[in-house]
Antibody, heavy 122, light 112 residues
Framework: EVQLVESGGGLVQPGRSLRLSCAAS????????MHWVRQAPGKGLEWVSG????????GYADSVKGRFTISRDNAKNSLYLQMNSLRAEDTALYYC???????????????WGQGTLVTVSS | DIVMTQTPLSLSVTPGQPASISCKSS???????????LYWYLQKPGQSPQLLIY???SRFSGVPDRFSGSGSGTDFTLKISRVEAEDVGVYYC?????????FGQGTKLEIK
């Protein structure tokens, strides 16, 4: 059974940093691209970032480019999102999602975690 | 970015009746590899999104056959042949052909 478990969310002041983690199990992690998708309270889904199976291809939404960094550790079956210079508009539930294949484009997301809540407020 | 537009934004359906949601993309989702990268997700209340349909019309594992997807190019439809109480939630279409992946606004399905 595929499981994706996010952690690392919390309340943080504007301008500060936070690191999210996603622990994966139930599939061969290093065969698949992984993504972060967020959902602001009461709003729709917004893609944040994606990373290919071997970290060779990475993409970011314009809204987070230059502030967020995605990474993965295939030996630990883990995905990360380093979030710097956080803003109030980054407040959201952050989901880890598994891609259908190894690349970050030309695919959808077949499994999602339960999400970790990030609240940016003073 | 590719814009995904869903209609309607809300739907109230009597159990046992059909339902249909439209999704239009601002660019063709047909790739040169012959696949069309259009997906449908359902987010039930308090839950994370779950994949229903991939590549326009293929049902994901465990998805009931009352759900079906159709369409091509830029126009797509999700149909539920007979709505059940467990189908309530918000339905999203998503394109996966180009970065960034983009979602429709969501269609909220309620039961009458």
């Amino acid at each position: 059974e595929v499981q994706l478990v996010e952690s690392g969310g919390g309340l943080v002041q504007p301008g500060r940093s936070l690191r999210l983690s996603c622990a994966a199990s139930g599939f061969t992690f290093d065969d698949y691209a992984m993504h972060w998708v967020r959902q602001a309270p009461g709003k729709g889904l917004e893609w944040v970032s994606g990373i290919s199976w071997n970290s060779g291809s990475i993409g970011y939404a314009d809204s987070v480019k230059g502030r967020f960094t995605i990474s993965r550790d295939n030996a630990k079956n883990s995905l990360y999102l380093q979030m710097n210079s956080l803003r109030a508009e980054d407040t959201a539930l952050y989901y880890c999602a598994k891609a259908e294949g190894g690349v970050i484009a030309n695919a959808g997301f077949d499994y999602w975690g339960q999400g970790t809540l990030v609240t940016v407020s003073s | 970015d590719i814009v995904m537009t869903q209609t309607p934004l809300s739907l109230s359906v009597t159990p046992g009746q059909p339902a249909s949601i439209s999704c239009k993309s601002s660019q063709s989702l047909l790739h040169s590899d012959g696949k069309t990268y259009l997906y449908w997700y359902l987010q039930k209340p308090g839950q994370s999104p779950q994949l229903l349909i991939y590549e326009v019309s293929s049902r994901f594992s465990g998805v009931p056959d009352r759900f079906s997807g159709s369409g091509s190019g830029t126009d797509f439809t999700l149909k539920i042949s007979r709505v059940e109480a467990e189908d309530v939630g918000v339905y999203y279409c998503m394109q996966g052909i180009h970065l960034p992946p983009t979602f429709g606004q969501g269609t909220k399905l309620e039961i009458k």
